[in-house]
């Protein structure tokens, strides 16, 4: 049996954005106090922010590129990449403005590993840089402005069992495609969480369970908790070094939690945030502390911060987190809701102004990341 076809099962990182109940909980440790009523948007006068580098897939294969500016309008696109029309193409942005894009290109019947990393320079010229990554697997790019990406080969079948395979964690040259090593695995999932300091947060899920680790280029490795249910997902990186993610609650199927694991230390606990029945919580470190969570898909609500947006922007519907200015200033994101394309949108720290623009009509939206520099 193909991973595309057990992943559900195993770690449910590629199961689409669902829902599965309305009621909601906090939890007696969920972090600091939440803010319900938010200040209005401010009137002083602000910096425009930069250019955001997005991608829109349109249903024959075509991933264009655009520079969206910052008064919102939506330009022509300055390069195009063909690749299978059924792909996600997930993107990300180098600090030399290059646009890294990962698509499929591959036939092969089993697509576990049929991802293709593209470099898209900003004259509009792109180059293959890399083959067999994970199916939808988003390029990486750190805080040095290394490249990483998860690679893989599928294992041999064995019935009645699930398929072991084997992954690498490896960086790429984005100029020459060069490869080198940091870190192999065998099992069923491995997924990049985040990365700082030279160090990469690897979440492995294995025929023995799943763990969190961290790797350097080195290889060496430390375990930041051996042990931890296999159906993580939506995964960050706070300033203060603590992982983020999304988890089934350990004991109710049908309940969430948002997680908090500090990633300096081994063997650290898990804090529980937050906790509802609603699948699609989709949490994320917000930029200066506190947290974006989407209780009951009705769109983003912060906690612990006081940054000047009204909650739920573009109303109902999942709000992702995807770029953050190099000044934390302003933060791109992602409206999604059932039966419509996303729509990408900039909300401002400083005034709670939002731009959303409109995209293309029948493209769906990628943001690669703010020109000028992205955290």
Known sequence: MG????????????????????TSKETPNAGRDPVSDVAQPGDATTTPAPELMVVGTDRSGHSRFYRVKPDGTWPAPFATVLHRADATPRAALHPSGTTLLAASQ??????????????????????????????????????????????????VPVEGETRVDRFTLDEVDPATGALRRWHDFEGHHLH???????????????????????????????????SVLPYARDFSLDEDGHLIFRQRHPDDTHRWQALRVDGRREGAAP??????????????????????????????????????VSARPLGPGVDLLRATSADRRF??????????????FVFDRTTGRVSAPEPPPGERIAIAGFAGGVR
Request: proline letters at 5%.
């Open 192 to 226: 990049l969480a985040a990365s700082r300091g030279g160090e990469a947060y690897l979440y492995r899920v294995g025929p023995r369970g799943a763990d969190l680790i961290a790797v350097d280029a080195q290889g060496r490795l430390r375990v930041i908790r051996g």
């Open 331 to 344: 933060v791109a994101l992602l409206h999604t809701r059932a039966g419509a394309l996303p729509r990408p």
């Open 271 to 308: 804090e529980v945030l937050y906790e509802d029945d609603t699948f699609a919580l989709a949490p994320h470190a917000w930029p200066g502390g506190g947290l974006l969570i989407n209780p009951r898909r009705e769109g983003m609500m912060l906690r612990g911060v006081h940054d000047p």
């Open 3 to 22: 991973r595309l076809g057990r992943s559900a099962r195993v770690t449910s990182l590629v199961i689409a954005i669902g829902a599965c109940g309305v």
């Open 106 to 155: 591959g036939q092969a019947r089993d697509r576990s590993f049929d991802y293709v990393l593209f470099r898209v320079d900003t004259d509009g010229t792109s180059e293959r840089l890399a083959t067999s990554l994970t199916h939808a697997g988003r390029p990486h790019v750190d805080d040095a402005g290394r490249v990483l990406v998860v690679r893989g080969e599928a294992g």
